[in-house]
């Protein structure tokens, strides 16, 4: 490994530390970095880089992908190397995320199939699960809990969201609730600016940490029009969280897929009172069913 970075990069290696498979730590006498091995394409890495220099020119720095001596974002063996100017430990709050959403670097408009997505991967799922013949009563009552949620969401998002309207910010592929994470640059790409705000309460939400006065001091403190407010509950609603454990599921078989059932009740009740509060602020249309005693 220490021969193929300084191959690539010209840098000479003192020591590496493996994180885990995908991930290794490189230490050399003027800086260290993160060396990924990843399945995304130059085109993507090429995006993440452009945001992350829109970002840098914002003052807001994450880590920084390397460029080969070939000039290109990754290696032929698809190795990137990320130096690290952020190492963190702890996890991630609220004000990280609020970090990314300004109106300075927001790219031009586009239109979002977002709902399209959705009902492309709920139909995927279906199709699966009825070929594997599941019939395991807990896990089916959590799938059909999570596909009307979803049916809900692509129903709310297709009726009321306007979808040429879509502004665009640096976001984020994956949002766990490690800082780390969120200063990722391979992580970055152009989205929704609700996007990655929607993934951080609803990991809150799945971990049974919301705190409605975190979405507050979100509507109070930040600049949204009715759009954003109207995605994002669509958003909420699609448990996008749940949809990829069961595609583990499906897959492997070994993924922990009931706790889903164990958290609809609180799941649930977190959405209601993110609708109550969204309606206070901007009248949104409810849903009643959402809002029912249960």
């Not at 490189?26 to 399945?39: D, L, M």
């Not at 952020?86 to 300075?104: A, G, H, P, R």
């Not at 009307?148 to 969401?153: F, K, P, S």
């Amino acid at each position: 490994m220490k021969e193929d970075i300084f191959n690539n990069y010209q840098i000479i290696v003192e020591n590496i530390e493996k994180i885990n498979d995908n991930v290794t730590k490189i230490i050399t006498s003027s800086a260290n970095y993160y060396y990924y091995q990843t399945r995304l394409s130059e085109t993507v890495i090429k995006e993440a880089y452009e945001v992350y220099g829109v970002l840098k020119k914002h003052n807001i720095l994450t880590n920084e992908i390397i460029k080969t001596t070939y000039n290109t974002y990754s290696t032929k063996d698809n190795y990137v190397l990320v130096k690290i100017n952020k190492d963190l430990t702890n996890n991630l709050d609220l004000e990280d995320i609020l970090l990314f959403l300004d109106n300075q670097y927001m790219k031009n408009n586009r239109s979002s199939n977002l709902s399209n997505e959705w009902a492309l991967e709920v139909d995927q799922i279906n199709k699966i699960i009825v070929e594997n013949k599941i019939n395991d009563i807990d896990i089916l009552t959590i799938h059909h809990y999570y596909v009307g949620l979803a049916e809900n969401a692509i129903y709310y998002y297709n009726m009321y969201v306007n979808k040429e309207t879509h502004l665009v910010v640096p976001s984020h592929r994956i949002i766990t609730l490690y800082a780390n994470d969120l200063y990722n640059p391979l992580n970055l790409y152009w989205d929704s600016r609700v996007k990655d705000l929607s993934d951080y309460f609803k990991l809150k939400m799945i971990n049974k940490s919301f705190d409605i006065q975190e979405l507050e001091y979100v509507l109070i403190t930040k600049k949204w029009d009715k759009n954003d407010i109207l995605e994002l509950i669509a958003r909420l609603m699609y448990c996008n969280n749940y949809f990829d454990s069961m595609k583990r599921y499906l897959s492997d078989k070994k993924e922990d897929i009931k706790k889903y059932l164990l958290m609809a009740n609180t799941y649930q009740n977190d959405l209601k009172i993110v609708m109550m509060m969204l309606n206070q602020y901007y009248q949104i249309p409810i849903v009643y069913w959402l809002i029912a005693e249960h």
